[in-house]
């Protein structure tokens, strides 16, 4: 890459860095009187640190005469300084985190309310334990670019400024030299912040890595412990958090490098300042009091240069932050055009000429799906793993949008439903049942169906036949189930699922794999529900297991995303094709 091309490079990239810390500082801008009581503070104390400096002169004078009404004078002004200071200390400290605090609430919430308005395919290409280091790690980090480091720029910032104009005041020619070595310091903080801001993207990717890996070791500890999985997964921690371990170090280094370079070069400028300040034609009419507070103010000035430069990490950690979370937060949501907006549909489907290919791939998932099912008729899917029987019900809710073709619900298309309305009409079971750490209660009648009285709860377990292990738990309904349902048994899980769907009582069910997890006695229970659930509903089914689907008004034969045959069971049977074939291999195993 050439010069102007790298120059054009990093320009546009502090356009955009700069585009990002005015849209991170908008952030601060509805707690404008915290903000500004934290000016304030810091406006006291550099007034109060410029003040010491200042008052070096009366020390000497004190020092060099001490009367009784100096004594009193220089003690109140000691006291004085320092109380001043406090109080611009408290103020700049308690307010700014107040801010700060503020802020991190409001990304949080945007970022977690992002999350979830976003299409299936984000979560698919996102993996979860880097979504919660976004939230947790990346947005403290935002933070601290708006708060801390504003904080400090601003404090250590207006000492400089009043220490500078008292020195200007006392002797503008000495000024002048200490001046002479700013454009150097200002290399150096130049350099430093662009490694900084590179550093910092990395270890936000490694900190996604760490989150990401631990979540999936903790949350799949049983496969690691039976598969003998823990050394590998030792490993695969121990490379991700060294990885996290080395960007830090480079982060470290390069801050303590830079700041003692920075030290170096404002000693160096009052070195030459104090061997200028010897020669008579410079100090002219300068007393000792006099002299010894400019040389006061210029040693004060280099503490906050240094904190100011050492600033500069927290700026470039904070943008490379928020890089990533504006990232996310402006992805784009679930697209949802749709004004139809039905209280109940009858649930007629038809899958018109329908395809679908997922994003990034060439070739179809799904091609020529065409269909009709009438209200209240039951559907099963069967074929082989990857036929698309899955991908079909899951265009029903629109977690993924048709690429051809339509879907229309009671005549009109998919697309004219809101998709509130639309997944209000859809009850679903899954053979990967999800469940959250909370009641039994509040598992059955979660999100919408929180308003259902306890006895709705309990026809609903009751019709699932979740009942009979329900009673015998500590707490009936009331009972915790842990992360996931670990305290259920796969069986249990997947009857407050179905008792869940149950009273959802929705027009259109899909059941994927809904008996995959239960063994033949409880499947019993389970197909005895089913049937009473799927009465008067259209129900979409996909199973494995064939004798489950036998009762279904017809059947769908699948294979490379094509409906191959359609028909009742024993009718499929007859025609001994596809269906029959796997009939016979199923009935064969079983045997």
């Known amino acids: 890459m050439n010069d102007s091309a790298k120059a054009d490079v990093s320009e546009s990239q502090g356009v955009s860095n700069w585009a990002t810390y005015k849209r991170l500082l908008a952030y601060v801008k509805p707690f404008w009187l915290a903000f500004s009581l934290a000016v304030l503070g810091n406006v006291i104390y550099a007034a109060a640190s410029t003040g010491m400096a200042a008052a070096?002169?009366?020390?000497?004078?004190?020092i060099e005469n001490p009367t009784e009404q100096n004594r009193i004078l220089l003690t109140l002004l000691i006291v004085g300084v320092f109380a001043f200071r406090g109080v611009g200390t408290f103020l700049s400290q308690y307010f700014i985190s107040y801010v700060g605090r503020q802020v991190i609430n409001a990304l949080r919430n945007q970022v977690f309310d992002r999350l979830m308005s976003l299409p299936s395919r984000y979560f698919d290409d996102n993996a979860s334990g880097r979504l919660v280091s976004k939230l947790t790690f990346n947005v403290e980090q935002v933070a601290e670019a708006t708060t801390n480091a504003v904080t400090i720029t601003l404090r250590e910032g207006l000492t400089i400024l009043g220490l500078l104009g008292f020195m200007l005041y006392t002797n503008w020619k000495l000024t002048v030299v200490f001046l002479a070595v700013g454009p150097i310091i200002g290399l150096v903080v130049n350099y430093a912040s662009k490694r900084f801001r590179r550093i910092s993207k990395r270890i936000q990717?490694?900190?996604?890595?760490?989150t990401h890996v631990a979540s999936e070791s903790i949350s799949g500890y049983r496969v690691v412990r039976t598969f003998g999985g823990e050394d590998y997964e030792r490993e695969r921690f121990r490379d991700v958090s060294e990885r996290n371990l080395k960007q830090s170090l480079k982060m470290a280094s390069t801050q303590a490098i830079s700041v003692p370079v920075i030290q170096v070069l404002v000693a160096l400028a009052i070195a030459a300042l104090v061997w200028t300040m010897l020669a008579p034609e410079i100090r002219g009419e300068m007393?000792?009091?006099?002299?010894?507070?400019?040389?006061?103010?210029?040693?004060?000035?280099?503490?906050?240069?240094?904190q100011v430069t050492s600033v500069?990490?927290?700026?470039?950690?904070?943008?490379?932050?928020?890089h990533d979370v504006f990232g996310t937060m402006d992805e784009e949501p679930e697209h949802d055009g749709g004004t139809y907006s039905p209280t109940r549909v009858n649930g007629d489907i038809t899958f018109d000429d329908v395809s679908f290919r997922y994003r990034d791939q060439l070739d179809d998932v799904l091609t020529g799906i065409s269909v009709d099912i009438p209200a209240g008729q039951s559907v099963a899917l069967v074929g082989r793993s990857g036929s698309g029987k899955s991908t079909m019900v899951s265009l029903l809710p629109r977690f993924y949008e048709y690429t051809g073709g339509d879907i229309r619900i009671d005549g009109h298309s998919l697309k004219e439903f809101t998709l509130q309305a639309l997944r209000a009409q859809i009850a679903l079971v899954t053979q990967n049942v999800v469940l959250f750490n909370d009641t039994i209660a509040s598992n059955i009648a979660y999100g919408a169906l929180r308003h259902c009285s306890r006895e709705e709860i309990r026809e609903a377990a009751a019709?699932?036949?979740a009942l009979e292990f329900i009673d015998r738990m500590p707490g009936g309904l009331d009972t915790m189930i842990g992360?996931?349902?670990?305290?259920?048994?796969?069986?249990?899980r997947q009857r407050l699922a179905i008792a869940r769907a149950l009273l959802k009582n929705a027009p259109i069910l899909i059941l994927?794999?809904?008996?995959?997890?239960?063994?033949?006695e409880s499947e019993r229970h389970i197909q005895e529900a089913l049937e009473t659930v799927m009465q008067g509903r259209t129900t979409l089914v996909i199973a494995h297991r064939l004798s489950t689907i036998e009762k279904a008004d017809r059947i769908l034969v699948m294979d490379g995303g094509q409906i191959v045959e359609s028909g009742r069971h024993d009718e499929l049977l007859a025609a001994d094709g596809a269906y029959a074939q796997l009939h016979q291999m199923q009935f064969s195993e079983q045997a």
């Open 56 to 62: 070096m002169e009366y020390v000497i004078e004190a």
């Open 205 to 210: 990717g490694s900190m996604g890595d760490i």
């Open 287 to 306: 007393s000792t009091g006099e002299l010894i507070a400019f040389i006061t103010a210029a040693t004060t000035m280099a503490k906050p240069i240094r």
């Open 312 to 322: 500069h990490a927290k700026i470039q950690k904070g943008v490379a932050a928020a």
């Open 463 to 465: 019709k699932a036949h």
């Open 483 to 492: 992360d996931n349902g670990v305290m259920l048994s796969g069986g249990q």
């Open 512 to 520: 994927d794999e809904a008996t995959s997890a239960l063994d033949t």
